[in-house]
Protein backbone atom coordinates (compact mmCIF):
# COMPACT_ATOMS: atom_id res chain seq x y z
CA UNK A 1 0.00 0.00 0.00
CA UNK A 2 0.92 3.52 -0.71
CA UNK A 3 1.70 5.73 2.24
CA UNK A 4 3.66 9.38 2.74
CA UNK A 5 4.49 10.41 6.45
CA UNK A 6 5.13 13.65 7.50
CA UNK A 7 5.73 13.26 10.82
CA UNK A 8 7.00 17.34 11.58
CA UNK A 9 2.60 18.88 12.33
CA UNK A 10 4.27 22.21 13.15
CA UNK A 11 7.49 23.64 13.16
CA UNK A 12 8.13 27.15 14.23
CA UNK A 13 10.97 29.15 13.11
CA UNK A 14 12.77 32.78 13.27
CA UNK A 15 12.83 34.33 9.46
CA UNK A 16 16.17 33.93 8.06
CA UNK A 17 16.21 30.87 9.85
CA UNK A 18 16.66 27.82 7.65
CA UNK A 19 14.38 24.84 8.17
CA UNK A 20 13.82 21.19 6.39
CA UNK A 21 10.24 19.76 6.01
CA UNK A 22 10.57 15.52 6.18
CA UNK A 23 8.84 13.68 3.96
CA UNK A 24 8.74 9.99 3.98
CA UNK A 25 7.09 7.84 1.86
CA UNK A 26 5.88 3.81 0.96
CA UNK A 27 5.37 2.18 -2.64
CA UNK A 28 5.82 -0.79 -3.68
CA UNK A 29 5.84 0.46 -7.47
CA UNK A 30 8.87 1.23 -9.40
CA UNK A 31 7.22 4.43 -11.34
CA UNK A 32 6.12 6.99 -9.04
CA UNK A 33 5.95 10.20 -8.81
CA UNK A 34 6.80 12.86 -5.25
CA UNK A 35 5.07 16.50 -5.22
CA UNK A 36 5.12 19.34 -2.89
CA UNK A 37 2.48 21.61 -2.75
CA UNK A 38 2.15 24.99 -0.34
CA UNK A 39 -1.29 25.99 1.38
CA UNK A 40 -1.20 29.41 2.42
CA UNK A 41 -3.57 31.20 4.66
CA UNK A 42 -5.56 32.07 2.12
CA UNK A 43 -6.55 27.69 1.23
CA UNK A 44 -6.06 26.77 -2.71
CA UNK A 45 -3.12 24.46 -2.83
CA UNK A 46 -0.06 25.79 -4.89
CA UNK A 47 2.23 23.10 -6.63
CA UNK A 48 6.19 23.47 -5.97
CA UNK A 49 7.35 20.68 -7.49
CA UNK A 50 7.35 17.09 -9.18
CA UNK A 51 9.80 14.63 -9.22
CA UNK A 52 9.71 11.11 -10.96
CA UNK A 53 11.61 7.99 -9.40
CA UNK A 54 13.96 7.79 -11.91
CA UNK A 55 15.13 10.92 -11.28
CA UNK A 56 17.58 11.24 -7.73
CA UNK A 57 18.92 14.58 -8.37
CA UNK A 58 18.28 17.90 -5.54
CA UNK A 59 16.83 20.49 -7.04
CA UNK A 60 17.31 23.73 -6.34
CA UNK A 61 14.31 26.87 -7.14
CA UNK A 62 15.67 30.24 -5.63
CA UNK A 63 15.43 29.60 -1.39
CA UNK A 64 13.63 26.45 -2.11
CA UNK A 65 15.75 22.96 -2.75
CA UNK A 66 14.27 19.17 -2.49
CA UNK A 67 16.66 16.38 -1.28
CA UNK A 68 15.14 12.78 -2.90
CA UNK A 69 16.55 9.64 -1.75
CA UNK A 70 15.40 6.09 -2.63
CA UNK A 71 17.85 4.46 -0.60
CA UNK A 72 15.66 6.14 2.61
CA UNK A 73 12.52 6.61 0.48
CA UNK A 74 12.96 10.37 1.61
CA UNK A 75 12.12 13.94 0.02
CA UNK A 76 12.70 16.37 2.46
CA UNK A 77 12.17 20.07 1.34
CA UNK A 78 14.52 22.95 2.69
CA UNK A 79 13.61 26.45 2.84
CA UNK A 80 16.68 28.92 3.11
CA UNK A 81 16.77 32.16 4.88
CA UNK A 82 13.10 31.62 5.56
CA UNK A 83 10.70 34.57 5.21
CA UNK A 84 7.22 35.01 6.96
CA UNK A 85 5.38 34.84 3.64
CA UNK A 86 6.64 31.29 3.71
CA UNK A 87 3.97 30.44 6.31
CA UNK A 88 1.69 28.03 5.16
CA UNK A 89 0.65 24.17 5.39
CA UNK A 90 2.82 22.10 2.82
CA UNK A 91 1.76 18.82 1.81
CA UNK A 92 3.89 16.14 0.57
CA UNK A 93 2.29 13.88 -1.83
CA UNK A 94 2.73 10.38 -3.96
CA UNK A 95 1.39 9.24 -6.98
CA UNK A 96 1.59 6.24 -9.27
CA UNK A 97 2.81 6.75 -12.45
CA UNK A 98 2.87 3.21 -14.67
CA UNK A 99 1.17 3.50 -17.74
CA UNK A 100 -2.84 2.31 -16.87
CA UNK A 101 -3.03 3.33 -13.24
CA UNK A 102 -5.00 6.29 -12.55
CA UNK A 103 -2.18 8.66 -10.99
CA UNK A 104 -4.13 9.09 -7.45
CA UNK A 105 -2.27 11.02 -5.52
CA UNK A 106 -1.77 10.22 -1.73
CA UNK A 107 -0.99 12.87 0.24
CA UNK A 108 0.64 13.33 3.92
CA UNK A 109 -0.95 14.98 6.35
CA UNK A 110 0.57 18.54 6.34
CA UNK A 111 3.34 20.35 7.83
CA UNK A 112 2.61 23.94 9.74
CA UNK A 113 5.55 25.80 9.50
CA UNK A 114 5.29 29.19 11.27
CA UNK A 115 7.88 31.48 10.53
CA UNK A 116 7.54 34.62 12.80
CA UNK A 117 9.62 37.97 12.27
CA UNK B 1 -5.59 33.06 -14.15
CA UNK B 2 -7.30 29.97 -12.17
CA UNK B 3 -8.34 27.06 -14.42
CA UNK B 4 -10.37 25.44 -11.85
CA UNK B 5 -13.34 27.88 -10.04
CA UNK B 6 -14.97 27.31 -6.61
CA UNK B 7 -17.68 28.98 -5.94
CA UNK B 8 -19.15 30.71 -3.35
CA UNK B 9 -15.73 31.41 -1.87
CA UNK B 10 -17.70 31.96 1.42
CA UNK B 11 -20.55 30.57 2.84
CA UNK B 12 -22.74 30.69 5.97
CA UNK B 13 -26.20 28.93 5.70
CA UNK B 14 -28.07 27.82 9.02
CA UNK B 15 -28.91 24.52 9.67
CA UNK B 16 -31.46 22.12 7.78
CA UNK B 17 -30.48 24.20 4.38
CA UNK B 18 -29.87 22.10 1.14
CA UNK B 19 -26.53 23.29 -0.09
CA UNK B 20 -24.39 23.05 -3.79
CA UNK B 21 -20.76 23.85 -3.91
CA UNK B 22 -19.61 24.46 -7.49
CA UNK B 23 -16.83 23.15 -9.30
CA UNK B 24 -15.73 23.98 -12.10
CA UNK B 25 -12.55 23.22 -14.77
CA UNK B 26 -11.41 24.75 -18.13
CA UNK B 27 -8.29 22.19 -18.82
CA UNK B 28 -10.87 18.98 -19.70
CA UNK B 29 -9.57 16.92 -17.57
CA UNK B 30 -11.45 13.43 -16.94
CA UNK B 31 -10.70 12.96 -13.52
CA UNK B 32 -12.00 15.58 -10.23
CA UNK B 33 -12.16 14.75 -6.71
CA UNK B 34 -13.74 16.94 -3.61
CA UNK B 35 -11.50 17.44 -0.12
CA UNK B 36 -12.72 18.15 3.22
CA UNK B 37 -10.41 19.65 5.46
CA UNK B 38 -10.40 21.34 8.62
CA UNK B 39 -7.92 24.69 9.29
CA UNK B 40 -4.69 23.65 9.07
CA UNK B 41 -5.33 20.23 9.03
CA UNK B 42 -4.75 17.24 6.76
CA UNK B 43 -6.75 16.45 3.47
CA UNK B 44 -9.16 14.13 3.95
CA UNK B 45 -11.00 12.65 -0.29
CA UNK B 46 -14.88 12.92 0.30
CA UNK B 47 -15.70 11.61 -3.36
CA UNK B 48 -13.95 11.42 -6.58
CA UNK B 49 -15.01 11.07 -10.35
CA UNK B 50 -12.94 9.75 -13.14
CA UNK B 51 -15.33 10.78 -16.04
CA UNK B 52 -19.15 11.94 -17.07
CA UNK B 53 -21.34 9.56 -15.20
CA UNK B 54 -18.77 7.77 -12.98
CA UNK B 55 -18.92 9.37 -9.07
CA UNK B 56 -17.12 7.44 -6.06
CA UNK B 57 -16.70 7.41 -2.73
CA UNK B 58 -13.23 8.69 -1.13
CA UNK B 59 -11.84 7.58 1.88
CA UNK B 60 -14.08 9.64 4.55
CA UNK B 61 -17.58 9.15 4.70
CA UNK B 62 -19.55 11.90 3.98
CA UNK B 63 -23.45 12.85 4.51
CA UNK B 64 -22.80 15.31 0.47
CA UNK B 65 -23.30 13.86 -2.56
CA UNK B 66 -22.02 14.80 -6.28
CA UNK B 67 -22.59 14.35 -9.93
CA UNK B 68 -20.76 14.35 -13.21
CA UNK B 69 -22.96 15.29 -15.59
CA UNK B 70 -20.64 17.01 -18.08
CA UNK B 71 -17.10 16.93 -18.23
CA UNK B 72 -15.62 20.75 -16.61
CA UNK B 73 -18.62 20.33 -14.08
CA UNK B 74 -18.35 18.58 -10.16
CA UNK B 75 -21.08 20.05 -7.88
CA UNK B 76 -21.41 18.70 -4.30
CA UNK B 77 -24.40 18.56 -2.46
CA UNK B 78 -25.34 18.44 1.45
CA UNK B 79 -29.33 17.97 1.14
CA UNK B 80 -29.14 19.22 4.97
CA UNK B 81 -26.36 21.39 6.35
CA UNK B 82 -25.00 20.87 10.12
CA UNK B 83 -23.29 22.56 12.04
CA UNK B 84 -20.51 19.27 11.98
CA UNK B 85 -20.40 19.86 8.26
CA UNK B 86 -18.53 24.03 8.46
CA UNK B 87 -15.37 23.24 7.00
CA UNK B 88 -13.26 23.64 3.89
CA UNK B 89 -13.99 21.95 0.79
CA UNK B 90 -11.20 21.64 -2.06
CA UNK B 91 -12.11 20.72 -5.62
CA UNK B 92 -9.49 19.12 -8.26
CA UNK B 93 -8.69 17.76 -11.10
CA UNK B 94 -6.20 15.83 -12.90
CA UNK B 95 -4.90 14.83 -16.21
CA UNK B 96 -3.89 11.75 -17.19
CA UNK B 97 -0.89 10.01 -15.01
CA UNK B 98 1.53 9.89 -17.38
CA UNK B 99 1.47 13.54 -18.11
CA UNK B 100 0.28 15.09 -14.99
CA UNK B 101 2.67 17.51 -14.99
CA UNK B 102 1.31 19.32 -11.48
CA UNK B 103 -0.56 16.16 -10.11
CA UNK B 104 -3.83 18.16 -9.38
CA UNK B 105 -4.83 21.06 -9.70
CA UNK B 106 -7.00 22.80 -7.20
CA UNK B 107 -9.53 25.43 -6.37
CA UNK B 108 -9.15 28.25 -4.49
CA UNK B 109 -11.68 26.59 -1.84
CA UNK B 110 -15.07 26.79 -0.12
CA UNK B 111 -15.19 27.91 3.61
CA UNK B 112 -18.48 26.93 4.71
CA UNK B 113 -20.19 27.88 8.34
CA UNK B 114 -23.17 26.19 8.74
CA UNK B 115 -24.67 28.22 12.02
Known amino acids: AQKVTQAQTEISVVEKEDVTLDCVYE???????LFWYKQPPSGELVFLIR??????QNEISGRYSWNFQKSTSSFNFTITASQVVDSAVYFC??????????????FGKGTKLSVKP | EADIYQTPRYLVIGTGKKITLECSQT?????MYWYQQDPGMELHLIHY???????EKGDLSSESTVSRIRTEHFPLTLESARPSHTSQYLC??????????????FGSGTRLTVV
Open chain 2, 92 to 105: ASSGQALTNLYGYT
Open chain 1, 27 to 33: TRDTTYY
Open chain 1, 51 to 56: RNSFDE
Open chain 1, 93 to 106: ALSEARRGSQGNLI
Open chain 2, 27 to 31: MGHDK
Open chain 2, 49 to 55: SYGVNST
